[in-house]
């Protein structure tokens, strides 16, 4: 469930965050010597069946008043479609984030994991997909941009004067490096850290000035398992009070990976890069954490996570 989730699994991504279609065998082993994360993808397991258990909590509301919930997902590969001529790979969640079902497509090859989009999704983040929110091989401390996206409609009138807002987007992500992390799933040595940021600015018609926005989720991969935990802070500005600030969890109960055999798309062509399915655009990024806000104000921006592909 990639830089995945609703806002990079699903992702970030993210997160996300997150997923996909393709060469994974065949893709080089990395040199850790040169501060490359040997067999990038494998940290992104995406064989048909593999399923991933979540347990979740949030923390939202204004600064003032916080209301907290927990909640559980069940991240799965489906199937694979076509989007827009290019195979994907199908990942359910049954409530990523505490918003409910939801499907993100995420396509991989040689070079990285391409985020298409989630169903449900949101009208801003159809104005961002495609974008990458993973790059191989990762390299401990390096960083790319994903984004940068100016005169967006951001669907929703934030200054109540019945005209929506428009919104810039900027997205990068970070390979921070490996350290032991400990869930419900057991503990796992060397995980891939993994930031990746949002920052938005939101022009109010009325008031002719701009508000912020900002999602920022960092999320640790476990090769052979996938995602194993994220958290993502929320903030959005308000003209009147102190603003809406929303933070998630969510760490692995369980899981089980299909035998490689089962994986999608290993067949495809490196020449078939992400690169050059996207030759105009030179912003492609990576967040399972291409977060993306909700058409509605009063609710947070939704997660999306790298997600485990």
């Known amino acids: 469930m990639l830089l995945k989730t609703q806002g990079y699994r699903r992702a970030l991504i993210v997160s996300a965050a997150m997923l996909l279609v393709c060469t994974g065998r065949a893709a080089p082993l990395l040199a850790e010597d040169a501060g490359g994360i040997a067999q990038s993808p494998d940290y992104f397991p995406d064989q048909i069946g593999n399923e991933w258990h979540y347990r979740g909590q949030i923390t939202e509301g204004p600064l003032q008043t916080i209301e907290h919930k927990l909640f559980s997902n069940v991240s799965s590969v489906t199937g694979t479609k076509a989007i827009k001529g290019m195979t994907v790979t199908v990942f359910h969640d049954t409530n990523p984030g505490n918003h409910g079902p939801m499907d993100s497509f995420y396509r991989r090859d040689s070079v990285g994991i391409v985020y298409y989009g989630s169903d449900p999704g949101t009208p801003f983040e159809k104005q961002l997909v495609p974008y990458q929110i993973v790059r191989f091989p990762m390299k401990v401390s390096s960083s790319f941009p994903q984004f940068n996206r100016k005169e967006l409609e951001f669907g929703t009138d934030l200054d109540r004067d019945g005209i929506n807002e428009k919104a810039d987007a900027q997205g990068d992500a970070t390979v921070l490096g490996q350290d032991s992390v400990t869930v419900p799933a057991g503990t796992f040595k060397d995980a891939v850290k993994v930031e990746a940021r949002m920052r938005m600015q939101i022009h109010l018609s009325r008031a002719k000035r701009t508000t912020q926005g900002t999602d920022v989720m960092t999320a640790w991969f476990v090769k052979g398992v996938g995602l194993v935990k994220y958290v993502e802070r929320q903030e959005l500005s308000s003209l009147e009070d102190p603003g809406v600030v929303t933070d998630i969890m969510e760490e ?30 030179d912003e492609l990024r990576q967040v399972f954490f291409a977060s993306g806000f909700r058409s509605d104000s009063r609710e947070s921006m939704a997660p999306k996570r790298l997600a485990a592909d």
């Open 252 to 281: 692995l109960e369980s899981y089980e990976i299909k035998p490689l055999k089962a994986s999608l798309g290993r067949r495809e062509s490196s020449t078939e890069s992400l690169l050059a399915d996207d030759a105009g655009d």
